[in-house]
């Protein structure tokens, strides 16, 4: 039987952040100086979490954060979930999004202890914006090298993140498109969403999806792609066959109706959208003796509270009640 909500979504794909830690000052994500204010959990509890919603019939499990890879002991994480596997009934594919700088050095090991994909957030190709961006000077070589790392390593294909806000980084849209063609990785630009630190999102940020297809298209015509109706990105191939785009567009295109997501905070409340002002307080459950009965049954209840969707951009728009870095993408 799987996990459905009021609307009938079934939800398969659980986001868990490790951390709300993070080495990177992303200019759309950290923007005020709250650092980390959450704290994390063991990772005994999030791999009990995880085991209870696989029960639960949860088929992907992809690993957020903060930045996940400051975690000492993820690869043992990692190898955990992978075991998941034997007792299922259903695959568990285990996938992570990272910001790069640490990639090189664990790509290899994650990959042997069981992870099927990562995602890297990257949001420039040009090394100058890309520092201007991140807010640290030295990472656009680290994050190049764990991208080749995870090619080589088998964790393909390796997908970027990235996020384009206008007057930073929408001149880097043809740039990727061929970068994603000689490195063979796909790239995927996300429309900027209110889930910043200070506030600062206003809809003239954004760069939408008919503009980024419609600068691409300068460079090369596109061919759409088919895609499943969870999958939250609208995929192209450039019409000679390399190379591959997508575009998440939650602002012009919203994609709420097929939602299938859920995400566990690294203190271990539940987030049934990302622009939830609930918290649902899993850990709290499990401090206090639950079974893991009983676990399912308070997450079958959670689940039934998830929100229709999203309502950015509206009137009686209310900003999340926690900023990105501290839900995990
Ligand atoms: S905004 Fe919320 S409901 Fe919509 S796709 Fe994202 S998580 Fe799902």
């Not at 994390?40 to 979490?49: K, N, W």
């Not at 090991?109 to 090394?127: F, H, I, Y």
């Not at 080589?152 to 043809?174: T, Y």
């Not at 109706?229 to 997508?246: L, V």
Request: hydrophobic share 40%.
């Amino acid at each position: 039987m799987p996990l459905l909500d009021k609307f009938g979504r079934a939800i398969s794909d659980l986001r868990i952040s490790v951390t709300d830690r993070c080495n990177y000052k992303c200019v759309y994500c950290r923007t005020g100086n709250e650092g980390a204010l959450y704290g994390e959990l063991a990772f005994a509890d999030y791999l009990r979490m995880a085991r209870v919603l696989v029960g639960l019939g949860v088929t992907k499990v992809r690993l957020t954060g903060g930045e996940p890879l400051l975690r000492n002991g993820i690869v043992d994480f990692v190898r955990e979930l992978a075991k998941l596997n034997t007792n299922s009934d259903h695959a568990i594919e285990i996938a992570l999004t990272t910001n790069g700088h640490l990639l090189a050095d664990l790509a290899r090991p994650l990959k042997e202890a069981g992870l099927g994909r990562v995602t890297v957030s990257m949001d420039a190709v040009d090394p100058d914006r890309f520092a201007r961006i991140t807010r640290v000077p030295s990472g656009f070589d680290n994050v190049l090298a764990g991208i080749r790392a995870a090619r080589d390593a088998g964790l393909g294909p390796v997908k970027l993140n990235c996020v384009l806000m206008r007057g930073f980084n929408e001149d880097q849209i043809i740039p990727f498109g061929l970068f994603a063609r000689e490195e063979g990785v796909i790239v995927r630009f996300i429309e900027f969403m209110p889930l910043e630190e200070d506030r600062v999102w206003s809809r003239s940020t954004v760069v939408t999806l008919d503009e980024i297809l419609a600068r691409m298209s300068e460079y090369r015509p596109l061919v759409e792609i088919p895609h499943a109706r969870s999958e939250t990105a609208r995929r192209y191939r450039f019409d000679d066959g390399i190379g591959e785009i997508g575009i998440i567009a939650p602002v012009s295109h919203p994609f709420c109706g097929h939602c299938s997501r859920i995400r566990i905070t690294s203190d271990g409340k539940i987030r049934t959208c990302l622009f939830s002002v609930w918290d649902h307080d899993l850990h709290a459950q499990m401090r206090r003796g639950a079974s893991d009965e009983e676990l399912a049954e308070f997450i079958r209840g959670v689940v039934m509270k998830k929100e229709e969707r999203h309502h950015i951009g509206e009137p009686d728009f209310v900003p999340a009640s926690r900023t990105m870095v501290h839900i995990g993408g």
